[in-house]
Nanobody, 125 residues
Framework: QEQLVESGGGLAQPGGSLELSCTAS????????IGWFRQAPGKEREDVGC????????YYVDSVKGRFTISRDNAKNTVYLQMKSLKPEDTAVYYC??????????????????WGQGTQVTVSS
């Protein structure tokens, strides 16, 4: 059974760091683009960034550029979202999603094939 499992969420202080993991089972992430999304209470799910299946093809929304970094370890079948300089407005449930595609393509949110269950990130002093 194909599934994605996120981990690493929790409580961080403003200016702090967290690293989220997204591990796939039942399929290989080698040929998948991975997107990270977040949803704050009362708001729609929004993009955070995406890494295409091709190495080096990474995109971020402006609000997280320079603070968040997506990386992957294909040997561990895992993608990471490293978050630094966290702000209270980063508080949300974070989701990873996978879409089978080669190259640098990152799809629209409705096109993703698999979704994780989400992990809560809370930034507060």
């Amino acid at each position: 059974q194909e599934q994605l499992v996120e981990s690493g969420g929790g409580l961080a202080q403003p200016g702090g760091s967290l690293e989220l993991s997204c591990t796939a089972s039942g399929f290989s992430l080698d040929y998948y683009a991975i997107g990270w999304f977040r949803q704050a209470p009362g708001k729609e799910r929004e993009d955070v960034g995406c890494m295409g299946s091709a190495e080096g093809s990474t995109y971020y929304v402006d609000s997280v550029k320079g603070r968040f970094t997506i990386s992957r370890d294909n040997a561990k079948n895992t993608v990471y979202l490293q978050m630094k300089s966290l702000k209270p407005e980063d508080t949300a449930v974070y989701y990873c999603a996978a879409y089978r595609a080669g190259g640098s393509y990152c799809p629209a949110i409705l096109e993703y094939d698999y979704w994780g269950q989400g992990t809560q990130v809370t930034v507060s002093s």
